[in-house]
């Protein structure tokens, strides 16, 4: 699907509850989406492996918000999304379910600043940020 020559203007996709796995995420974002803005692969069973793929995405340098909640991911998925270089415009990233630790949660703070909504990286599980 991403390597379509039709999709190479696409600026924000919706990929909510289907199921999709790392895999399927590593070959869209391997895929080139040069124009992508804005990327919504909530509630699917991707973790940290599938946040590597994303943190990996080489073509992804024009996106600006991310919203991965229920997708499982932890310390190492974390880690990738806080280093890569593909994400350095990105304002927007939650995961209010998130299983990361407070020195990861730093590292993010530490990366993105203000740029992101972190806060619900902290909330308790089942609550919303402010």
């Known amino acids: 699907m991403a390597a379509s020559p ?26 080139g989406l040069p124009s ?11 973790g940290d492996v ?15 918000v991310l919203k991965l909640s229920r997708c499982g991911i932890g310390d190492a998925g ?3 999304l806080a280093e890569s270089p593909a994400l350095a415009g990105l304002i927007g990233l939650d995961d209010p379910e998130a299983d990361i630790g407070m020195p990861i949660q730093e590292l993010l703070k530490e990366r993105f600043g203000t740029r992101v909504r972190l806060e619900k990286w902290n909330a308790p599980k089942g609550q ?3």
Request: charged residues 10%; positive net charge; glycine residues 14%.
């Open 36 to 46: 992508l803005e804005v990327l919504s692969v909530w509630a699917n069973p991707l």
């Open 50 to 64: 599938g946040a590597k793929a994303i943190a990996a995405g080489c073509r992804l340098a024009g996106l600006r």
């Open 128 to 130: 919303q940020g402010p």
């Open 78 to 80: 974390a880690v990738a």
């Open 6 to 31: 039709h999709l190479a203007e696409l600026r924000m996709l919706c990929l909510i509850l289907n199921g999709m796995s790392p895999d399927g995420v590593a070959a869209l974002v391997g895929g």
